[in-house]
C-alpha cells in the first residue's frame, strides 16, 4: 500500500471554489473522466447539508506494459461521495474505485474548507492511498517487488493529474467568478436560509397554536373541574340546608306541641279556677245566706225580747 497527501490553497472564496468544483468534469482538459453521473442527492433544509452520490467512468492512462500485467485495459468505474456542510462551509469528498478491483484499490479523500488563516481563500487537502495484489502472481519471485513498482507508478499518474486538476479547477474557477457574481452555493445558503426562516416562523406559530389550543383545553378542563367542584359544593351545601330544616322542623314541632300542651294545661286549669271559684261563690252566698238568716233571726229574737222587756216593764211591778 502506499499513502500520498497534498494540500493547496486557492485565493478564492469558499463558496466560489466549491462552485468551480461541481463544474469540474467532464472537461477535455481531464480525458480520463470520460463521463460523470449523479445517482443519488439528498438535501436536508433543517440543517442545511447536501448529501450526494456520482457514479464516475474512469479510464487511468497507465502504460501498456502495465495493461500486459493485469491482462485488461484500464478502465473502469468509481464512486464518489461528497458530503457538504454549508453553515461551516465545508465540503469533504471521499471517492473509491469499484472497477478492476480485482487487483488495484485506489481511495482517496479529499476537503475544500475556509482557510483558518484568511476567510477569503479556500483551503485544499487531499490523500490517497493505492494497493495493488496480484493474486495470479502470488508465488511468483519478486512479486512484493512488482506490486510496490506498480503502486509507486499508480501514485506517479496520480499526482500528475492532481497538478492536471488544480489547472482544471482555476479555469473552472475563472468561469465561475465571471458568471456567478455570488457562487451558486452562496445563492443556495441564502435561499435556503430564507425558507429555514419561513419554516422557523411556520413552526414557531405552529407551536404557538399548539400552546393556544392546550392552553385552551387546560383551561376547559380546569373550567369543568370547578364547574364540578361547585356543583358538588353545591349539593353539599343543600343537602345541609335540608338537614338544617329538617331539624328545626323537628325543633318547630316539639315546640307546637309543647305549646299545645301548655295551652291545653292552662286550659283545663282555667276550667278548675273558674269552676272552683263558682264552688266558692256559691259558699260565700251559702254562708251570706245563713249569716241573713241567723241575722234576720236575731233581730226577731231581739224584737221578742224588746217587747218582752215592754211587757215586763210595765206589768211586772204591779205584781
Given at each position: 500500500?502506499?499513502?500520498h497527501e ?9 463558496g466560489?471554489v466549491?462552485?468551480a468544483f461541481w463544474l469540474?468534469?467532464p472537461?477535455?482538459?481531464a480525458q480520463?473522466?470520460?463521463s460523470v ?5 439528498e438535501l436536508?433544509?433543517?440543517r442545511?447539508?447536501i ?5 464516475m467512468?474512469?479510464?487511468?492512462q ?6 500486459k500485467i493485469f ?11 461528497t458530503?457538504v456542510d ?6 469533504t ?6 472497477g478492476?478491483?480485482?487487483f488495484?484499490i ?5 476537503v475544500?474548507e475556509?482557510d483558518p488563516n484568511?476567510?477569503t481563500?479556500?483551503k ?8 495493488v495484489?496480484?493474486?495470479h ?7 512484493n517487488?512488482?506490486t510496490?513498482?506498480?503502486e509507486?507508478q499508480?501514485?506517479?499518474?496520480a ?5 492536471n486538476?488544480?489547472e482544471?479547477?482555476?479555469?473552472k474557477?475563472?468561469?465561475t ?7 451558486e ?5 441564502v435561499?435556503?436560509?430564507?425558507r ?7 413552526d ?9 389550543v392546550?392552553d385552551?383545553?387546560?383551561?376547559v378542563d380546569?373550567l369543568?373541574?370547578t364547574?364540578?367542584e361547585m ?13 338544617k330544616?329538617?331539624?328545626r322542623s323537628e ?18 286549669s282555667a ?10 261563690v256559691?259558699?260565700m ?6 249569716l241573713s238568716?241567723e241575722t234576720q233571726?236575731?233581730?226577731q229574737r231581739?224584737a ?7 211587757f215586763?216593764?210595765r ?5
Amino acid at each position: 500500500m502506499r499513502y500520498h497527501e497534498k494540500s493547496f490553497t486557492y485565493d478564492d472564496d469558499w463558496g466560489t471554489v466549491t462552485s468551480a468544483f461541481w463544474l469540474k468534469y467532464p472537461n477535455p482538459q481531464a480525458q480520463f473522466v470520460r463521463s460523470v453521473d449523479t445517482i443519488a442527492r439528498e438535501l436536508d433544509t433543517e440543517r442545511q447539508t447536501i448529501k450526494q452520490r456520482r457514479l464516475m467512468s474512469l479510464e487511468y492512462q497507465m502504460p501498456g506494459w502495465m495493461e500486459k500485467i493485469f491482462g485488461c485495459k484500464m478502465r473502469g468505474l468509481a464512486i464518489e461521495e461528497t458530503f457538504v456542510d454549508l453553515p461551516n462551509k465545508k465540503l469533504t469528498l471521499k471517492s473509491r474505485n469499484i472497477g478492476l478491483a480485482s487487483f488495484l484499490i485506489s481511495e482517496e479523500h479529499c476537503v475544500y474548507e475556509v482557510d483558518p488563516n484568511d476567510p477569503t481563500k479556500t483551503k485544499y487537502t487531499t490523500s490517497m492511498t493505492v494497493t495493488v495484489s496480484l493474486p495470479h502472481l502470488r508465488d511468483t519471485w519478486g512479486v512484493n517487488s512488482l506490486t510496490g513498482t506498480l503502486e509507486n507508478q499508480f501514485l506517479a499518474r496520480a499526482s500528475e493529474k492532481a497538478k492536471n486538476g488544480l489547472e482544471v479547477m482555476r479555469n473552472k474557477i475563472e468561469t465561475t467568478r465571471d458568471l456567478f457574481p455570488l457562487s451558486e452555493w452562496e445563492a443556495q445558503l441564502v435561499q435556503m436560509r430564507e425558507r429555514t426562516q419561513v419554516d422557523s416562523v411556520i413552526d414557531d406559530m405552529s407551536r404557538a397554536s399548539s400552546d393556544f389550543v392546550d392552553d385552551i383545553a387546560r383551561k376547559v378542563d380546569d373550567l369543568a373541574r370547578t364547574s364540578e367542584e361547585m356543583r358538588q359544593r353545591s349539593e353539599e351545601i343543600q343537602s345541609h340546608i335540608g338537614e338544617k330544616i329538617r331539624l328545626r322542623s323537628e325543633e318547630l314541632g316539639h315546640v307546637r306541641d309543647e305549646i299545645r300542651s301548655g295551652i291545653k294545661k292552662l286550659s283545663n286549669s282555667a276550667e278548675e279556677t273558674v269552676e272552683h271559684a263558682h264552688e266558692k261563690v256559691a259558699a260565700m252566698k251559702m254562708r251570706a245566706a245563713m249569716l241573713s238568716f241567723e241575722t234576720q233571726r236575731e233581730v226577731q229574737r231581739e224584737a221578742q225580747l224588746g217587747v218582752f222587756r215592754r211587757f215586763a216593764q210595765r206589768w211586772m211591778p204591779r205584781w
